[in-house]
């Protein structure tokens, strides 16, 4: 569904993507790897329209994006981002409602579909007149991730969509998320710094550095073969638990 | 939406356009102006009172300002007559003319614009030099020449006079006078200088009242340097043809008002406090009409006062706005409107009012383009800085919707800044409310209008009469901008204080 070709993308002079080229197949789940400014947001924000290539050509269904289509593309695609991007001055049903209402759905149809995605993400209904500040931290994804799913788009961008979530909430939602996904049959993009939650979750991964492709393959093949030495670094970077026999002092 | 946005553009231009329209009727009643002193507001009631003698009734915009605003005034036809000065004629308004100015060449030129100048009242209100009666029999000084004989006499004059060709500069020069105190302070103040001993000699106006109550000897001009100031009425031909009741109105006054008769009209105003028009109807034998009491004239003024500075912040915040919204969106133009707006605000109150007049005439309209020019800063810079200072997540989120820029405008953008923006009309409101008060000064009326007569006249009742209304109305706008920002912010907003 969505292709970049010999990508590069600046801002001043840090180069945020260089010469990519990549493929994301329609109804597949793939996670963007990296560290902090490898270029993975900016993936995103291309597919989107919010910044076009300085070279090269990113394609929704073949179609370049461009400032003048742009609209129609992002009404295609469902975006979540990190702290959710609510609108607070907005309850959750209102800010649901906001791309529905100004393609004219009719209330019963946008309450329907309201109720049919708090289902699906486990959201109390009680929640849906609240206003974002009165929510948790995994509530508030859960509507960004309803708010993205509003109007049915092919295809989902997930921005670190956990990132800021403490671990027992966040556990809980990557498997909901995986469960999902594959419920949905879209076409994902799940941007993430964190190896096993993108291994969990999807099953392709993309490694990113300095705006480059280092390895893409399955989970599997990125654990036991890595490309090179910081795929084998960026792999091993995760403590592991205490041994057994690590004494408590009483 | 597109078409929502434009509708209410357009209905807010539409408003401008009305309010402007009608601000711009010509009035069916003749008006005649006055200056911002007392004799000039006496002479004006004169007119008022002999005209209304005479079956018409005539406006009197009282206190308008100096004599360039008063003669532009004319000259654009917001006034139709004036009391003005023969010596500010040719010194000043004139100046152009060969000197000196023959009573033929000043008339040619005056209807060459269109106006006329009425025979002498009667008096003649032009610089003199005073010394206290007493010191100037010890000193035996009867003349200005002979001042040259007590050069450790102290001068104390006013800065206007030290600052006109025609004042002490030429002065000086025709008399050979090297005095060895000079100082210069403002008018009201000479009297009490001389009265307290603080100085020996100031200019006066020969028509002060204090002349006679401070016992004030006026020196001789033996050398002719002053110009004569004989009183006349200055007018449009073009109102004389359409009113011949004032310009029979303007003749009958002329040649019945005298020097003593002048100074002791100035001196029941300026001494006694007594009203302008209960001193002119006196003075002609007849009732005052148009006389209004305290509550009505409060709730006049307020009326006044309340349509300045509402429909100059209407104005204000129909263009502001969107020039706001433009600045936040293209910073580039967003730089050159603010650093216009900052510029606009520099410019002092007094000089923009001067501005407009050429532009606008008098009365209500200059002052509301002048409060409307002060309030764009406040609005449009909090209208940028309210949607340009809006968390990036929420800009990229609004924008990945997939809505047009009008609905995220109107649904995400403006309603999160709405505080920033509240927060500048209301800032803009309340600096109105306070310089509405200069509007008085070119007859636009308010609360300004008691404060500047109570300044010259040095009454503090008066100037409290509009001052306290003016600091109550400030308040109230305070308030009521409270309770609106109260009001349009969502309550999803006002949580974040609450947590």
């Known amino acids: 569904m969505f292709s970049l070709e010999h990508v590069s993308k600046r801002f001043g002079t840090f180069v945020a993507l260089e010469n990519l080229t990549l493929q994301f197949p329609s109804g597949a789940v793939t996670a963007v790897i990296g560290s902090s400014g490898s270029g993975k947001s900016t993936i995103l924000r291309l597919l989107l329209g919010l910044e076009l290539p300085d070279a090269g050509l990113v394609r929704v269904d073949g179609v370049a994006v461009s400032a003048a289509n742009r609209l129609a593309i992002r009404r295609r695609i469902g975006y979540v981002i990190q702290e959710g991007g609510l609108f607070p001055h907005l309850t959750v049903r209102d800010n649901l409602a906001l791309l529905p209402r100004h393609l004219k759905w009719s209330r019963a149809r946008i309450d329907a579909r309201t109720l049919e995605l708090a289902e699906l993400v486990e959201m109390p209904a009680s929640a849906l007149t609240r206003f974002p500040l009165e929510l948790s931290g995994g509530q508030r994804q859960r509507v960004a991730v309803m708010r993205a799913l509003m109007t049915d788009p092919p295809a989902l961008l997930l921005d670190e969509p956990l990132g800021a979530l403490d671990p027992l909430v966040r556990f809980e939602l990557q498997e909901r998320l995986r469960q999902l996904f594959r419920v949905l049959g879209k076409t994902v993009v799940l941007v993430t710094h964190d190896l096993p939650e993108a291994a969990f979750i999807a099953p392709r991964l993309v490694l990113l550095r300095a705006g480059r492709v280092i390895q893409d393959g399955t989970p599997a093949e990125l654990y036991e073969r890595p490309a090179d030495d910081f795929v084998r670094r960026f792999v091993a970077a995760y403590r592991p638990p205490p041994l057994p026999h690590s004494k408590v002092s009483s | ?499």
């Open chain 2, 1 to 499: 939406m597109r078409s929502r946005l434009g509708k209410v553009l357009c209905a807010l231009a539409f408003t401008g356009v009305l309010v402007a329209g009608l601000a711009a009727t010509p009035s069916e009643t003749p008006i005649v102006g006055s200056k911002d002193f007392t004799e000039s507001i006496i002479l004006g009631e004169l007119l008022r009172l002999e005209a209304s003698r005479e079956g018409l009734k005539l406006d009197h915009r009282r206190a308008m300002g100096g004599s360039a605003i008063l003669w532009q005034a004319l000259r654009v036809g917001s006034i139709d007559a004036y009391p003005e000065y023969t010596g500010t004629l040719t010194q000043e308004l004139l100046a152009q003319l060969p000197q000196p100015v023959s009573l033929e060449a000043l008339t040619r030129a005056l209807s060459e614009l269109g106006l006329a100048m009425s025979s002498p009242l009667g008096f003649e209100d032009r610089y003199a030099l005073g010394v206290p009666e007493t010191l100037a029999q010890r000193l035996g000084v009867r003349t200005i020449s002979d001042l040259r004989a007590h050069p450790t006499l102290r001068f104390a004059l006013s800065n206007e006079f030290m600052s006109r060709a025609d004042g002490w500069s030429g002065l000086r020069a025709a008399y050979g006078l090297s005095p060895v105190t000079v100082r210069g302070l403002d008018h009201s103040l000479a009297y009490h200088a001389l009265g307290q001993g603080a100085a020996d000699v100031t200019d006066v106006y020969t028509t002060d009242p204090e002349v006679d109550a401070e016992h004030i000897r006026l020196l001789d001009d033996d050398r002719n340097f002053f110009p004569s100031y004989q009183a006349v009425w200055l007018y449009r031909l073009e109102s004389a043809r359409r009113w011949p009741a004032l310009e029979s109105s303007m003749q009958a006054l002329a040649g019945h008002v005298t020097l003593s008769a002048m100074r002791s009209l100035n001196a029941q105003v300026q001494l006694k406090r007594r009203p302008e028009s209960a001193v002119a109807a006196q003075f002609l034998s007849t009732t005052s009409p148009g006389e209004q009491g305290w509550g009505r004239r409060l709730a006049q003024r307020t009326r006044e006062h309340l349509a300045l500075v509402a429909v100059s912040l209407g104005l204000a915040l129909a263009l502001g706005l969107p020039l706001g919204v433009v600045a936040a969106k293209a910073p580039r133009f967003g730089r050159a409107v603010l650093g216009l707006t900052v510029v606009l605000q520099t410019i002092p109150s007094l000089a923009m009012l001067v501005f407009m007049i050429p532009l606008l005439g008098i009365g209500a309209r200059p002052a509301i383009a002048t409060l409307f020019l002060y309030s764009l800063l406040p609005i449009v810079r909090n209208t940028m800085v309210g949607l340009s200072s809006l968390p990036a997540e929420l800009i990229t989120s609004a924008a990945s919707l997939g809505l047009p820029w009008q609905v995220q405008l109107l649904r995400i953008e403006l309603p999160l800044a709405a505080r920033t923006i509240l927060a500048g009309v209301s800032t803009a409101a309340v600096i109105n409310v306070g310089t509405a008060t200069l509007g008085a000064l070119i007859g636009a009326g308010g609360y300004g209008e008691p404060i500047l007569t109570g300044i010259r006249l040095n009454n503090v009742p008066l100037i409290l009469e509009g001052a306290v209304p003016a600091a109550v109305m400030a308040l109230l706008v305070m308030g009521l901008f409270q309770w609106l920002e109260y009001l349009v912010t969502p309550r999803g907003l006002r949580l974040r204080v609450d947590a």
